[in-house]
């Protein structure tokens, strides 16, 4: 569960620091710069972000597929309009975002998870490449 977590938080800290409404982000930062931010600073920062953005969206891809994309997408997008219908959250659009935010973040910790969560329920191991003649 640590484990998952960890996935979950790291998925946030990069869905954040690409957008967020707070106007802290890499986004703001390419649309109006600070002056203490270097242009190569800013393409560092741009580099690690595709880097995480890969690194998820490729383990994401590869562990759900598209069909399970497709249910992930069902799942939180159905979970978000529930916890909006009962009035949980209001439906101002800066809630909008953040609730945005966290499930594509869910979304990308689920892939990134998955091969664990899939033990835990099945008790089956999922193995994609065999190593052992490399």
Aim: proline content about 2%.
């Amino acid at each position: 569960m640590l484990k998952i977590l960890i996935r979950f938080l790291a998925a946030l800290v990069l869905v954040f620091a690409t957008w967020n409404p707070t106007g802290w982000s890499y986004v703001h930062w390419l649309i109006d710069a600070p002056p203490n931010i270097t242009i190569a600073e800013l393409v560092f920062a741009g580099v690690v972000l595709v880097i995480g953005w890969f690194l998820f969206l490729h383990a994401t891809l590869e562990s759900l597929g598209l069909l399970g994309l497709i249910l992930a997408l069902a799942f939180f997008g159905s979970l978000t309009w529930l916890v909006f219908d009962l009035g949980w959250l209001s439906t101002g659009q800066e809630a909008l975002s953040y609730v945005a935010l966290v499930v594509i973040a869910a979304i990308l910790a689920v892939g990134m998870a998955w091969s664990h969560i899939w033990r835990q329920l099945s008790g089956q191991v999922d193995v994609d490449e065999d190593h052992r003649h490399d």
